[in-house]
């Protein structure tokens, strides 16, 4: 057996496209020729291609990092070597963190060698101008990659000022289905670029906005595109080309999330290691095509909100509960799907209640037996009459006026602060005026919190008006319902999950026994007024699920037609 120290080679490129060039040969040369002069046993399967130094993810993530793993764990011999082509190839982090690196990896009885310029640096040996020429090394690399960092980041700024200029795209990286198409001049030479959309990739991105707007949901999306083995926003293949990546409900939560399908582009700034990127001014309107309506858009969000449930347990497989995410208690919480562990005639029981009441928080003991609930759902769905829509709707009115109401403030505001930064006034006036510069301050952060709630609200209603007539599609969902089962059943209950929002706007309340439909409770004047509800002559309509109260049918033709009262 040998007795001779292993040299392990460490090889490190930031961009991939240095694969193809002289990189990495030449790393790898200079590393077996030193090893050969030496007579060292060379290792040289450690290698970081296209990782950056500049941040330590090659020091974490990469072959440099499970070096260093080794060395803590007493794998690496003392007395063995590590070959680098230069400082820079072991980092470019700023000079306290590389000199840490450095020495600690020294004084494990690793040898260092910089290939370059032929340097050893070891632990025993070292002098101090040795770590003196080291450090001047270390600071020069990190230097360069930040003065490199500030041209890119520069150069990337004068491009997002033009992309708001004239939509002009400046990288090929893109959403997943978009390729950017090269543009050239007369002259033949490279001209820009546009944004082409890939058809079959559109199509997928349009299927799941479709399916979720029928109400289903994230795991049954990704199964039926699994399926299929549609390709996913990243696509990994292994090495006979067969595809690793599939789709996660993570996946599909943030295609539908994102405002790209509307053709928006939201630039950023800063480096995601460096912590949260943050937004580089508004989204650039029409910078991609758009693939998916605004309308939809809005309907899907809107659908996705009214099925929240913060005490929602994780879904059956089969869908139980088609009012989830539609129910308040009067207390103002949801109210949630409670089964019992008991059975009746064979089947167990289940009924809607308010949790807050277990809590101690809520005194409403209502307790309605979920079985009697669907079976006067649909007759109720079916007997309500047609929603008059207002253009524009309450919410959008009450927007604009307080949007109006905000440029009117900022304007106010404005004036105070020129009026202190003059400094014309007394010190006492002085004084008056930054209080009410404070008090306005404070006005417009409540108003903008308005305008943010009003926004959803409105964005809710365009959604609700826009919606395609929930009647006939109920019916259609009504018959299908007769014959399915299994996956088939789940995804039509989904789907009427999603038009109980769409025939009842403002859901249910639960209350002393009743639940009650609400249909319209904004007023344009930023209040609450009293909700409009569908009910009989002489009352508000009400499902009573007490012993001996009338049924559906009896409170519905008794004492006449459906009519609009407002309570």
Known sequence: MSSSPTAFSYLRFSNPTQAAGDSRRRQTTAAAEYAAAHGLILDDTMRDEGVSAFRGRHREDGALGAFLAKIDADEIAPGSYLLIDSFDRLTRERVTRAIHLLTGIMTRGVVVVTLNDGRRYEDASAGLMELMYALMELSRSHEESREKGRKVGAARARERHRAREDLTPFTPVGPHWLRLE?????????????????????????????????????????????????????????????????????????????????????????????????????????FYPQIITPEQFDRVHTAIALRQNPNAKPRSSEFRNLLIGHVRCRCGGVVGYLAS??????????????????????????????????????????????????????????????????????????????????????????????????????????????????????????????????????????????????????????????????????????????????FSTTDPKGGKRKPLYYGAEGGLIRWEMTAGAPDFGQVRVAPGNLVAVQG
Not at 254 to 270: D, F, K, M, N, Q
Not at 418 to 433: A, F, N, P, T, Y
């Open 182 to 286: 090269p543009l050239r001049d007369d002259a033949g030479r490279r001209a820009g670029g546009r944004w082409v959309k890939i058809p079959e990739r559109v199509a997928v991105v349009q299927e799941i906005f479709d399916a979720k707007e029928e109400g289903l949901g994230y795991a049954a999306i990704c199964r039926r595109l699994n399926s299929r083995g549609e390709t996913t926003p990243r696509p990994r293949r292994d090495a006979e080309g067969r595809p690793t990546s599939i789709w996660t409900e993570a996946t599909v939560g943030e295609l539908i999330a994102s405002r790209t399908v509307l053709g928006e582009y939201a630039p950023h700034v800063g480096h995601r290691r460096a912590g949260p990127r943050i937004p580089d001014g508004a989204p650039i309107a029409g």
């Open 341 to 518: 562990g008991r059975l009746r005639d064979g089947q167990r029981s289940a009924a809607l209640r308010c949790p807050n009441v277990y809590r101690g928080t809520c005194d409403n003991r209502s307790r309605l037996n979920y079985g009697r609930v669907e079976a006067e759902l649909l007759p109720f769905l079916a007997g309500l009459p047609a929603t008059e829509s207002s253009a524009p709707t309450d919410a959008a009115v009450a927007l604009a006026v307080a949007e109006t109401a905000l440029i009117d403030l900022e304007r106010r505001i404005g004036l105070l602060v020129d009026h202190l930064e003059s400094g014309q006034d007394q010190r006492d006036k002085s004084e008056s005026v930054g209080e009410r510069l404070r008090q306005r301050e404070g006005e417009r952060a409540a108003l903008v919190d308005r305008i943010t709630i009003l926004k959803a609200e409105a964005a809710r209603e365009r959604a609700i008006a826009a919606a395609p007539d929930w009647r006939a599609r109920l019916a259609q969902i009504e018959a299908q319902m007769q014959a399915a089962e299994g996956s088939a059943l789940y995804e039509l209950r989904s789907r009427l999950n999603v038009l109980i929002g769409q025939a009842v706007p403002g859901g249910f309340t639960l209350d002393e026994g009743y639940l009650t439909a609400r």
